[in-house]
């Protein structure tokens, strides 16, 4: 638990993880710092989110999708043998029961519904892990629309059965073969592309990064994650809110989704980053795709390349919200090592039957690690999203385990 | 707000030049890309140039396509940064025309606004061009650069609405930095339809210098970018010469042929 503050007590404030301020600012980061190119983009993109969200069609029209395509809602989990095991009180959200398996269904269904509403034809997307660019050539073939997804070379080597999942529902798959030819990489190159084609394309991204609106509208998609959680919480547990919520944080967008239902209450939130890619907890001020926010680097100001077994977690920055929700001392991040994350991978297997996704295994290493100790007291009760499952990592585990 | 200072060194030498009817000429060089690489930006004021834009390479180049990328990367693995770059301009022969750098906004963070342009002005660079730094976001470095007499310029792209370029043409200095296409850097084969009309729009608005920049590369985009523009930024065809090997000598060589089609235009 280096580098990270000590607890402030949780204070439920109004506005925090609300609508973001003037310019897309949350406190002193965010902001839409695009070329000038893609300013205008944004700007209908913003326009049009803010039509679409408050018009009951475009919401009943989302709400339909995500029930009847991707199985929303999705069950809260006790996890009951490992927490007697823990000592604590575990409680799953199970974004990995959803279509295509992890939570990143719910941003990209909103995305393409709203760029189809733009009349666009076609979603432009980066991909790290793979889960984002399944989803996106998902949802652009469920309503018709085009796919092309940027992921990195070393991406594609170790996440074989996306690109291949992708390339089945009719996406064109480009490989990175630029810097670390990772998500970073991936991201960069999506951008560029995105440039070039602003008439006819929505840049559908994946995390809570990137210029304003992105930050504030993927949290927005993603906080049926918070909100579905926080109504089972409610009827499950007998203090109605967790003491802790717990998320794993590359960009941070399951994280933001599922803090986004508890800002208001007094749980503690907790996001846990890979250590070798933890842009809140080691992060230091910058601007990079996009937004202002904090970014590994090094001391000439170059951006670090990340490093963590989890392909969605190799991202050198956390979304500018969450960086506000550092320093509000709101949220705290702490770190896990791979292998922690692939440890608690297997854990979870054997007590609970459920392989997950190596990015949610950091946020249960968290769990594993603290639980019992001053962090996570016994008896502590915690809510925690498992935001993938484990089927695109096999590969990688069947090296470890 | 900086709008009450005047225009620094920088504008006041590209209005004067273009005011006697020359086209004006920046070449793009990527600081640290080569040992003794400042001999290039002798090079290219012996060519002709007017300006002479030096690139801090930043890991992330998200507004640069693969030329300036690859050259970015290979300054970068050379051991290039900002402190060495403008140290090695301090130390080089003052090549006798305003140095103008671009660079991403993180760099510029680094050390804060301030440092960075105080920094920018004892290494002898006049001017400054932040790609990823739009109008709106401009404040903070506009008063930092003012204030330390670094002439901001900001670009305007063809998908920029009319109410919004006036701004950037108002609040710009040293030139107008107009984009010519919806892309990133590099060569084309030929000059963007967008070119002609946005650099219509910037002129109706401002009598600033406009420079026209991404995918001028050859004589002939050059001569016609002049019919259009006060000159070109020449970046990608000259940064594809240098990785292919091209010295100095080379370059001016390459550059005098543009410096010749704008003269004749």
Redesign the interface.
């Known amino acids: 638990m280096r580098d990270v503050p000590p607890w402030r007590e949780p204070v439920p404030a109004a506005g925090v993880m609300g609508e973001p301020r003037e ?1 897309g600012r949350f406190g002193g980061y965010g ?11 944004c700007r209908e993109v913003d326009e049009a989110f803010r039509e679409a969200r408050a018009d009951p069609g475009f919401r009943g029209a989302l709400a339909e999708l995500l029930a009847l395509h991707a199985g929303r809602p999705t069950p809260l989990t006790p996890a009951r043998r490992l927490s007697r095991e823990l000592g604590v009180r575990l409680y799953l959200k199970r974004e990995d029961l959803t279509h295509t398996g992890s939570h990143k269904i719910n941003n990209v269904l909103g995305q393409a519904l709203l760029a189809a509403r733009m009349g666009r034809r076609r979603l432009i997307a980066e991909t790290g892990a793979g889960q984002h660019g399944v989803a996106t050539a998902t949802a652009a073939a469920l309503l018709g629309l085009e796919a092309t997804v940027f992921m990195g070379e070393r991406d594609i080597e170790r996440q074989g059965l996306n690109v291949f999942r992708m390339r089945m529902l009719g996406a064109e798959v480009v490989p990175v073969t ?2 670390s030819r990772t998500l ?2 991936a991201t ?1 190159e999506a ?2 592309h995105w ?2 084609a ?2 006819d394309s929505h840049y559908c991204v994946g995390s809570v990064i990137g210029p304003d609106p992105y930050p504030w509208m993927v949290r927005e998609f993603q906080r049926v994650i918070g909100d579905e959680a926080r109504g089972q919480c409610a009827a499950e547990l007998r203090t109605g809110v967790p003491d802790h919520v717990v998320a794993c944080v590359g960009g941070g967008s399951n994280a933001a989704g599922t803090f986004a239902g508890f800002a208001d209450t007094p749980a503690r939130l907790v996001g846990v980053e890979a250590e070798g890619g933890a842009g809140a907890a080691r992060g230091r ?6 937004c ?1 926010s904090l ?1 590994l ?1 090094d001391d ?4 670090v390349e990340p490093h963590s077994i989890a392909a969605g977690l190799d991202y050198p920055g956390v979304g500018p919200e969450h960086a506000h929700l550092r320093d509000l001392g709101r949220a705290r991040y702490a770190t896990v090592t791979d292998e922690e994350a692939v440890g608690a991978a297997v854990r979870l297997a054997r007590t609970e039957g459920i392989v997950p996704a190596l990015e949610s295994a950091h946020a249960l290493a968290w769990v594993i690690r603290e639980a019992g100790g001053g962090e996570l007291p016994a008896g502590s009760t915690v809510l925690m999203t498992l935001s993938g499952r484990g089927d695109k990592d096999i590969s990688t585990l069947k090296e470890l385990v | 707000m900086t709008d009450i200072l005047a225009p620094g060194a920088v504008e006041r030498h590209l209005r004067a030049r273009r005011d006697t009817g020359r086209g004006l000429l920046m070449p793009y060089v990527t600081g640290g890309i080569a040992p003794g690489w400042t001999r290039y930006l002798e090079a290219f004021a012996e060519a002709g140039a007017d300006a002479i834009e030096v690139g801090l390479p ?8 693969a030329t300036i ?1 690859q050259a970015s ?1 290979t300054a ?1 693995a050379r051991g290039a ?3 060495r770059i403008l140290a090695d301009l301090a130390e080089g022969r003052d090549p006798g025309v305003p140095l103008v750098a671009s660079t ?4 510029v ?3 804060g606004p301030e440092a960075f342009c105080a920094a920018l002005r004892r290494a002898g660079v006049g001017g400054l061009i932040v ?7 401009a404040d903070e470095l506009a008063d930092a650069a003012a204030a330390a007499g670094i002439d901001l310029a ?8 009319q109410p ?1 370029l006036a701004e ?1 043409s108002r609040r710009s200095r040293g030139f107008v930095y107009a ?1 010519s296409l ?3 850097t590099g060569e084309r084969a030929a000059l963007a339809a967008s070119a002609a009309e946005l650099t219509a729009r910037i002129r109706r608005g401002t009598d600033r210098p406009v420079l026209l920049g991404f995918g001028i590369s050859t004589p002939d985009q050059a001569r016609e970018a002049r019919r259009h523009a006060d000159g070109v930024v020449v970046g990608a065809a000259v940064m594809r010469r240098v990785l292919d090997g091209a010295g100095p000598d080379d370059l001016r060589d390459f550059l005098a042929t543009l410096r010749q089609a704008l003269d004749q235009e």
Not at chain 2, 58 to 65: H, I, N
Not at chain 2, 131 to 137: I, Q, T
Request: net charge negative; no cysteine; aromatic share 6%.
């Open positions: 310019r902001g839409r710092y695009a070329p000038e190119s893609l300013v205008e983009a630029t810097g970073k990489d960069s951008m560029r440039v070039g602003t008439v001020l910058g601007v990079l795709h996009g202002r970014f680097q000439d100001g170059q951006i | 930043f890991s992330d180049p998200t507004l640069d396509g990328q990367e970068l940064s900002t402190r991403y906004y993180n760099l963070l680094h050390d790609p990823d730094l739009p109008v709106h976001e900001l670009l305007a792209s063809p998908a920029t609405p919004r950037i984009v919806m892309g990133t």
